[in-house]
C-alpha cells in the first residue's frame, strides 16, 4: 500500500526558514512527478512547486527565489526549503506524487503539515 508522510510544518516568525519533507513508502511503483500544494483557509489548493523525475522544476511565482524543491530519488523522497518566509506563506501544504504502478498512472496525497507564519 502507497502513503505519503509529510514532516518539517510549525510556527515560525516572519523571515524564518522551514524543511518539508515527503517521504513515499510502498513497493512495486516508479514516481513521476512530485509536487507540493498548499492550501490557506479559504482558499483554494494551490500548487507551489513541481519536480519531474527527469529533475525539470517550476514554481508558483510567489515563491521563487525563496523556496526551492528537490527529490532524493534513493529515498523515495522529496522537500521543499521555504527560506524568507512570510505571513501569506501561513497553508497547510500537501505532498502530491504520480506514480506508475504497473501499466496505471495513479496519483496520490499526503495528510498535510501546517505551515503557520506569525507576522
Known sequence: ?????????RLVPTGGSLRLSC???GSDFTINNMH???Q???????LVAGISSSG???Y??????RFTISRDNANNTVHLQM???KPEDTAVYYCYAGLTIGTSYRAYWGQGTQVT???
Open 117 to 119: 507564519v506569525s507576522s
Open 40 to 46: 490557506a483557509p479559504g482558499k483554494q489548493r494551490e
Open 1 to 9: 500500500q502507497v502513503q505519503l508522510v509529510e514532516s518539517g510544518g
Open 60 to 65: 508558483e511565482d510567489s515563491v521563487k527565489g
Open 83 to 85: 527560506n524568507n518566509l
Open 23 to 25: 517521504a513515499v513508502s
Open 36 to 38: 507540493w500544494h498548499r
Open 56 to 58: 525539470y522544476i517550476s
